[in-house]
Protein backbone atom coordinates (compact mmCIF):
# COMPACT_ATOMS: atom_id res chain seq x y z
CA UNK A 1 0.00 0.00 0.00
CA UNK A 2 1.00 3.73 -0.69
CA UNK A 3 2.56 5.51 2.35
CA UNK A 4 0.69 7.31 4.68
CA UNK A 5 0.98 10.83 5.94
CA UNK A 6 -0.58 11.02 9.18
CA UNK A 7 -0.91 14.53 11.53
CA UNK A 8 -1.97 14.64 15.07
CA UNK A 9 -2.37 17.53 16.14
CA UNK A 10 -2.24 17.50 20.60
CA UNK A 11 -5.29 20.28 20.88
CA UNK A 12 -5.22 21.86 24.54
CA UNK A 13 -5.08 25.15 25.96
CA UNK A 14 -3.11 28.52 25.47
CA UNK A 15 -0.01 28.68 28.16
CA UNK A 16 -0.14 25.41 29.57
CA UNK A 17 3.01 26.59 32.01
CA UNK A 18 0.31 29.20 33.25
CA UNK A 19 -1.30 26.84 35.71
CA UNK A 20 1.98 26.41 37.43
CA UNK A 21 1.48 30.18 38.93
CA UNK A 22 -2.40 29.55 39.50
CA UNK A 23 -3.72 31.12 35.95
CA UNK A 24 -6.40 30.20 33.85
CA UNK A 25 -5.82 28.38 31.07
CA UNK A 26 -7.76 29.63 27.93
CA UNK A 27 -8.46 28.60 24.85
CA UNK A 28 -7.78 31.14 22.15
CA UNK A 29 -5.85 29.31 20.07
CA UNK A 30 -9.17 27.46 19.39
CA UNK A 31 -9.50 30.57 16.64
CA UNK A 32 -6.68 29.27 15.06
CA UNK A 33 -7.00 25.92 13.70
CA UNK A 34 -9.32 26.93 11.02
CA UNK A 35 -6.29 28.02 9.06
CA UNK A 36 -4.41 25.27 9.63
CA UNK A 37 -7.02 22.72 8.53
CA UNK A 38 -7.18 24.76 5.44
CA UNK A 39 -3.65 24.28 4.65
CA UNK A 40 -4.22 20.62 5.43
CA UNK A 41 -7.11 20.56 3.27
CA UNK A 42 -5.68 22.02 0.44
CA UNK A 43 -2.63 18.79 0.04
CA UNK A 44 -6.07 16.39 0.58
CA UNK A 45 -4.30 15.59 4.30
CA UNK A 46 -6.52 14.74 7.04
CA UNK A 47 -5.48 15.97 10.45
CA UNK A 48 -6.24 14.09 13.82
CA UNK A 49 -7.20 16.57 16.58
CA UNK A 50 -6.83 15.00 19.94
CA UNK A 51 -8.38 16.83 22.02
CA UNK A 52 -8.07 17.81 25.80
CA UNK A 53 -11.04 18.66 28.34
CA UNK A 54 -11.07 22.61 27.73
CA UNK A 55 -11.30 22.92 24.15
CA UNK A 56 -13.49 19.98 23.50
CA UNK A 57 -15.57 22.39 25.90
CA UNK A 58 -14.94 25.34 23.66
CA UNK A 59 -18.35 25.69 21.81
CA UNK A 60 -16.68 27.21 18.75
CA UNK A 61 -14.29 24.53 18.28
CA UNK A 62 -16.29 21.31 19.01
CA UNK A 63 -18.84 23.15 16.47
CA UNK A 64 -16.30 23.62 13.80
CA UNK A 65 -14.74 20.41 14.23
CA UNK A 66 -18.33 18.39 14.46
CA UNK A 67 -18.57 19.72 10.91
CA UNK A 68 -15.40 18.54 9.45
CA UNK A 69 -15.62 14.98 11.14
CA UNK A 70 -19.25 14.77 9.26
CA UNK A 71 -17.25 15.59 5.91
CA UNK A 72 -14.43 13.47 6.51
CA UNK A 73 -11.68 15.94 6.49
CA UNK A 74 -10.69 14.97 10.00
CA UNK A 75 -10.28 12.79 13.08
CA UNK A 76 -11.48 13.86 16.90
CA UNK A 77 -9.31 11.63 19.32
CA UNK A 78 -8.78 11.79 23.09
CA UNK A 79 -5.72 13.72 24.42
CA UNK A 80 -6.42 13.79 28.77
CA UNK A 81 -4.15 16.28 30.82
CA UNK A 82 -5.06 14.06 34.06
CA UNK A 83 -4.01 17.20 36.11
CA UNK A 84 -7.35 19.34 34.75
CA UNK A 85 -9.82 16.95 33.37
CA UNK A 86 -12.58 16.09 35.40
CA UNK A 87 -13.57 13.74 38.12
CA UNK A 88 -10.52 15.51 40.31
CA UNK A 89 -8.26 13.27 42.45
CA UNK A 90 -5.80 14.57 44.60
CA UNK A 91 -2.24 13.30 44.46
CA UNK A 92 0.81 13.94 46.79
CA UNK A 93 3.04 16.98 45.58
CA UNK A 94 6.20 15.26 45.77
CA UNK A 95 7.51 17.44 42.25
CA UNK A 96 6.47 20.56 41.18
CA UNK A 97 5.41 19.42 37.58
CA UNK A 98 1.98 18.03 36.09
CA UNK A 99 1.52 14.57 36.64
CA UNK A 100 1.39 11.85 34.05
CA UNK A 101 -1.76 10.06 33.97
CA UNK A 102 -0.04 7.07 34.74
CA UNK A 103 0.09 8.17 38.33
CA UNK A 104 -3.46 8.04 38.73
CA UNK A 105 -4.93 5.08 40.09
CA UNK A 106 -6.21 2.34 37.49
CA UNK A 107 -10.04 3.29 38.51
CA UNK A 108 -8.90 7.33 38.11
CA UNK A 109 -7.43 6.75 35.07
CA UNK A 110 -10.35 5.07 33.66
CA UNK A 111 -13.03 7.55 34.97
CA UNK A 112 -10.88 10.31 33.66
CA UNK A 113 -10.74 8.55 30.35
CA UNK A 114 -14.53 7.69 30.42
CA UNK A 115 -15.56 11.05 30.91
CA UNK A 116 -13.83 12.92 28.01
CA UNK A 117 -15.25 10.30 25.90
CA UNK A 118 -17.91 10.45 26.50
CA UNK A 119 -17.75 14.41 26.35
CA UNK A 120 -15.95 14.39 23.01
CA UNK A 121 -19.09 12.16 21.58
CA UNK A 122 -21.49 14.28 23.14
CA UNK A 123 -19.98 17.12 21.47
CA UNK A 124 -18.69 16.28 17.89
CA UNK A 125 -21.27 13.03 17.31
CA UNK A 126 -18.54 10.37 16.74
CA UNK A 127 -17.46 8.76 19.64
CA UNK A 128 -13.21 8.84 19.88
CA UNK A 129 -11.19 5.35 19.05
CA UNK A 130 -7.78 7.24 18.82
CA UNK A 131 -5.54 8.16 21.75
CA UNK A 132 -2.29 10.25 22.66
CA UNK A 133 -1.55 10.92 26.60
CA UNK A 134 -0.65 13.77 28.14
CA UNK A 135 3.48 14.08 28.63
CA UNK A 136 3.52 10.83 26.27
CA UNK A 137 2.80 8.39 28.96
CA UNK A 138 1.99 5.03 28.81
CA UNK A 139 1.53 1.63 30.76
CA UNK A 140 -0.14 -1.64 30.46
CA UNK A 141 -2.59 -0.05 32.84
CA UNK A 142 -3.90 2.69 30.81
CA UNK A 143 -3.67 0.55 27.61
CA UNK A 144 -5.91 -2.08 29.37
CA UNK A 145 -8.47 0.55 30.02
CA UNK A 146 -8.32 2.28 26.88
CA UNK A 147 -8.95 -1.28 24.89
CA UNK A 148 -11.71 -1.71 27.36
CA UNK A 149 -13.14 1.84 26.15
CA UNK A 150 -13.36 0.68 22.98
CA UNK A 151 -9.85 2.53 21.39
CA UNK A 152 -8.28 1.22 18.34
CA UNK A 153 -5.42 3.45 17.86
CA UNK A 154 -3.12 4.79 20.62
CA UNK A 155 0.36 7.37 19.05
CA UNK A 156 1.71 8.09 22.77
CA UNK A 157 4.85 6.39 22.52
CA UNK A 158 7.89 8.49 20.76
CA UNK A 159 10.31 5.05 19.67
CA UNK A 160 13.69 5.66 20.30
CA UNK A 161 13.54 8.54 22.94
CA UNK A 162 14.56 8.70 26.43
CA UNK A 163 12.53 11.32 28.55
CA UNK A 164 13.37 9.82 32.13
CA UNK A 165 14.62 13.32 33.32
CA UNK A 166 10.81 14.52 32.91
CA UNK A 167 9.71 13.90 36.98
CA UNK A 168 6.06 13.87 37.34
CA UNK A 169 3.97 15.19 40.16
CA UNK A 170 4.72 11.73 42.32
CA UNK A 171 7.44 10.44 40.22
CA UNK A 172 10.77 11.51 39.63
CA UNK A 173 11.09 9.96 36.31
CA UNK A 174 9.60 10.21 32.86
CA UNK A 175 9.66 7.00 30.39
CA UNK A 176 12.06 5.27 28.37
CA UNK A 177 11.10 4.28 24.49
CA UNK A 178 14.57 3.35 23.01
CA UNK A 179 14.06 0.36 22.62
CA UNK A 180 10.58 0.15 21.63
CA UNK A 181 9.47 -0.43 17.92
CA UNK A 182 8.87 2.24 15.54
CA UNK A 183 6.34 0.58 13.13
CA UNK A 184 3.35 0.22 14.56
CA UNK A 185 2.29 -3.22 16.82
CA UNK A 186 -0.51 -4.42 19.08
CA UNK A 187 -0.75 -3.52 22.82
CA UNK A 188 -3.88 -4.90 24.19
CA UNK A 189 -6.21 -7.27 22.30
CA UNK A 190 -7.36 -4.63 19.58
CA UNK A 191 -5.93 -1.87 20.23
CA UNK A 192 -2.47 -0.90 18.12
CA UNK A 193 0.11 1.51 18.74
CA UNK A 194 1.30 3.91 15.82
CA UNK A 195 4.39 5.43 17.52
CA UNK A 196 5.07 8.67 17.25
CA UNK A 197 7.80 8.45 14.03
CA UNK A 198 11.04 9.71 15.24
CA UNK A 199 15.16 8.67 13.90
CA UNK A 200 18.19 9.84 15.03
CA UNK A 201 20.37 12.00 12.85
CA UNK A 202 23.64 13.74 12.90
CA UNK A 203 22.62 16.52 10.66
CA UNK A 204 24.23 20.25 10.90
CA UNK A 205 21.56 22.51 10.57
CA UNK A 206 20.20 25.38 12.04
CA UNK A 207 21.51 28.86 12.73
CA UNK A 208 22.75 28.51 16.08
CA UNK A 209 26.66 27.01 16.25
CA UNK A 210 26.79 25.42 19.36
CA UNK A 211 23.81 23.27 18.31
CA UNK A 212 25.18 22.58 15.00
CA UNK A 213 28.15 21.42 16.45
CA UNK A 214 26.76 19.45 19.29
CA UNK A 215 24.33 17.47 16.64
CA UNK A 216 27.26 16.91 14.48
CA UNK A 217 29.15 15.21 17.47
CA UNK A 218 26.43 13.69 19.43
CA UNK A 219 23.26 13.72 17.15
CA UNK A 220 19.68 14.52 17.64
CA UNK A 221 16.58 12.97 17.95
CA UNK A 222 13.95 14.63 14.63
CA UNK A 223 10.73 14.78 14.50
CA UNK A 224 8.16 15.93 12.30
CA UNK A 225 7.12 19.06 14.48
CA UNK A 226 8.05 22.45 13.04
CA UNK A 227 9.14 23.93 16.80
CA UNK A 228 11.84 21.73 17.05
CA UNK A 229 13.22 20.59 13.55
CA UNK A 230 14.23 22.98 10.68
CA UNK A 231 12.90 21.98 6.89
CA UNK A 232 15.54 20.41 6.48
CA UNK A 233 15.56 17.89 9.37
CA UNK A 234 12.28 17.44 8.41
CA UNK A 235 12.31 16.63 4.76
CA UNK A 236 15.38 14.55 5.84
CA UNK A 237 12.78 12.37 8.08
CA UNK A 238 10.78 12.06 5.01
CA UNK A 239 13.62 10.48 3.14
CA UNK A 240 14.88 8.12 5.58
CA UNK A 241 10.95 6.81 6.33
CA UNK A 242 10.85 6.22 2.85
CA UNK A 243 14.64 4.33 2.74
CA UNK A 244 13.96 2.09 5.80
CA UNK A 245 10.65 1.04 3.89
CA UNK A 246 8.52 2.42 6.54
CA UNK A 247 4.45 2.50 5.95
CA UNK A 248 3.72 5.74 7.66
CA UNK A 249 5.41 9.30 8.79
CA UNK A 250 3.62 11.31 10.93
CA UNK A 251 3.80 14.97 11.86
CA UNK A 252 2.78 16.57 15.32
CA UNK A 253 2.02 19.94 16.09
CA UNK A 254 0.29 21.84 19.52
CA UNK A 255 -2.45 23.83 18.48
CA UNK A 256 -1.01 26.23 20.75
CA UNK A 257 1.80 26.59 18.19
CA UNK A 258 -0.67 28.20 15.50
CA UNK A 259 -0.79 30.88 17.81
CA UNK A 260 1.44 34.05 18.80
CA UNK A 261 2.31 33.90 22.05
CA UNK A 262 0.51 30.65 22.46
CA UNK A 263 3.64 28.87 23.40
CA UNK A 264 7.34 29.39 24.35
CA UNK A 265 8.12 28.54 20.44
CA UNK A 266 6.03 31.48 18.54
CA UNK A 267 6.11 34.59 20.39
CA UNK A 268 5.01 36.88 17.09
CA UNK A 269 3.02 37.03 13.89
CA UNK A 270 6.28 36.60 12.27
CA UNK A 271 7.39 33.51 13.64
CA UNK A 272 3.78 31.90 13.05
CA UNK A 273 4.64 33.21 9.25
CA UNK A 274 7.54 31.31 8.91
CA UNK A 275 6.14 28.10 10.44
CA UNK A 276 3.61 28.11 8.43
CA UNK A 277 6.01 28.76 5.34
CA UNK A 278 8.30 25.50 6.42
CA UNK A 279 5.16 23.33 6.89
CA UNK A 280 3.53 24.17 3.46
CA UNK A 281 7.09 23.28 2.04
CA UNK A 282 7.17 19.73 4.26
CA UNK A 283 3.59 19.28 2.86
CA UNK A 284 4.65 19.90 -0.59
CA UNK A 285 7.64 17.56 -0.20
CA UNK A 286 5.60 14.78 1.17
CA UNK A 287 3.30 14.82 -1.90
CA UNK A 288 6.03 14.34 -3.88
CA UNK A 289 7.71 11.07 -2.05
CA UNK A 290 3.86 9.75 -2.80
CA UNK A 291 2.51 9.42 0.53
CA UNK A 292 -1.31 9.96 0.79
CA UNK A 293 -3.07 11.48 3.89
CA UNK A 294 -5.28 9.33 6.09
CA UNK A 295 -6.90 9.34 9.56
CA UNK A 296 -5.68 7.21 12.20
CA UNK A 297 -8.50 5.34 12.33
CA UNK A 298 -8.30 4.61 8.64
CA UNK A 299 -5.04 4.05 8.46
CA UNK A 300 -5.09 1.07 11.35
CA UNK A 301 -8.56 -0.44 9.63
CA UNK A 302 -6.52 -1.10 6.33
CA UNK A 303 -3.49 -1.55 7.32
CA UNK A 304 -2.19 -5.67 7.00
CA UNK A 305 0.60 -6.41 8.01
CA UNK A 306 -1.47 -7.92 11.79
Not at 26 to 46: H, S
Not at 193 to 211: A, L, Q, R, W, Y
Not at 265 to 280: F, G, L, V
Request: some cysteine.
Amino acid sequence: MKKTFLITVDTEGDNQWEIYRGGKVNTNNARYIPRFQALCEKYNFKPVYLINYEMISDDYLAAYLKEKVEWNLCEVGTHVHAWNSPPDFDLVDKYHFNPYITEYPDSAIYEKLLFLTNLIEEKIGVRPVSHRAGRWASSDALFTILAKLGYIVDCSIVSGWNMTNYPGKTVAKGFDYSNHPDDVYSVCGTLKEVPMSVHFSHTIDGKNIKNRLRNLLLGKYVWLRPAVATLKEMKNHIDNRVALDKDYAMFMIHSTELMPKGSPYYKTISDIERQYHDIEALFTYVREKEFEGDLLKKFILKYEKF
